[in-house]
């Protein structure tokens, strides 16, 4: 345990309820030294000269707070600089005095009086078992040859799983290398060594002499170099990080989201593994952040959701929301669909995963089950689509949005349509500078006018800003400045309103709906973070020094 002093302005005055304590404790006791994760629960005994101003005795009708926020100010209510919470739900919201009468003896007053306090932030597109093992991968950035992948190997430890995983390749490295000079530099290593977009791979033969036999072959025939669905199948038929391995770097990981304001992750096309990792650290008090998981559709598990086979386990942090179904492939192998050939390749314009017919009864499924399907969608022909196959299937009108993941090159004339439609639109900000190197090459001037529309979609979807973690680390303030950057996007009255538009933790409101931008009022319920300073203004380099996700408040410790 890592002992430090309150920040000079902040004070925590708290008595906890014994399932608080019990909660603090357990998170306390499995901080261990030496690890990152440095952190601090304060919890100080009652403050008698509270005990004048607060007094169950004088109300005792009324409803108490269990954490009062006192900070500089409070993101959706300009005036306000207090907020009292009772089970993650306001109760109280205005200046100090205002929220007074709702403290009790056994509420939380968490006082950071320059403090900013948001919601707290979601990050809606992450792979958290990619994200997470990636601390066990070979890192293949900088990889342009075979010697360098030997390096490159030589920095890993052994591999809990019998196979080594590299991530990072370049476009270049990954085009340019071929299945000898791989074999040559990692010897008879098994070896999955993932291109930087994680669509793509290129494979050793030891690994390939490992899978299935009708697998092994088709990836023989592609000269060891896999894409799209065909690597998501090779990766599914790999032997899974055990447990042992993957807990502790998922606890990892979620603690680091945290450290960047983000309080909820959309995990998308995940395993079942990877939820019951989920759960045991839920279990144990050190499950840090919220989790909204949506199952690869192609995974037994997520057949099972949508066939409603499944038994979903009740559980307050994570929820299983449905399923991840990939339309299309990336821009960089050239395998998102596009309505128009490539502008590097002419007579090519990418490839669709699946038929219509097998879309729609897909999404059918989802409809009837009650769970969200979430589309991977990168070329405007994988838009399309979703959206002609939604248009022909006249869903319900309580069916759920259908998410579009990425939403790179969604065309001019699709725009109207998806505002008639039922979607949500989760976009990856970064990925416009992450793609630059190919991105123009790709598409072409008159396209890249108008790809990238990033939190430019609000005009037409409710918009959920990502990072698609492990292909860049989670960053939403990072996300914010892009998008404050990014012409044509007019965010002014957006900003201004909601804070941190498609980033805070339900500022769109439930799946599905539009109702963002309202002030904050009684009766909403969100997690909480409070910066440093005014987070929306990325020169002031505000950083979390608090969170209250479902109650608990904790202190950030930067790393
Ligand atoms: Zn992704």
Known sequence: ?????????????????????????????????????????????????REGIVGKEKQPSRPLADTVLIVGHLAGHPDGRAVALRAGEVIAVGTPAEVTPVQGPLTQVVRVSQGWATQGLVDAHVHLEGAAMRADAADLTAVTDGNGLTRAARLVRASMTGWLWGFGLSQAAFDGMDAAEVDAALDETPAYLSRADGHGALLSSALVEQLPRELAEQVRKNGNKVSGPLASQVWRALPAWPLVRLRPLLRQLLLQFERRGVTEVHAIGESQALLETLFSLEAAGQLAVRVRLYFDAERPEGRALLAGKYKRVPSRAVVVAGAKLWLDGTLGARSAALLQPYSDQPGHSGTLNYSDAQVADVLAQADKQGIQLAVHAIGDAAVEQILRVSEGLHRDPAALAVRIEHAQVVAPTQLARIKTGRFECSVQPRHRHADAEFAQARLGTERMNWAYRGIGLADVCPVRAGSDAPVVVSDPLGDLKVMLETPPVQLGATLDQSDLAGLAWRALGPMGTRQALKPLRVGDRSDWVIWSADPRDPKLGAVPQWTIIRGVVRQIVPE
């Open 1 to 49: 345990m890592v002992r430090r002093n309150l920040q000079p302005n902040s004070t925590v005055r708290a008595a906890p309820s014994r399932a608080v304590a019990l909660m603090l404790l357990a998170l306390a006791a499995s901080t261990s030294s030496g690890c990152l994760q440095l952190r601090r629960f304060v919890v100080p005994p009652p403050d008698p000269s």
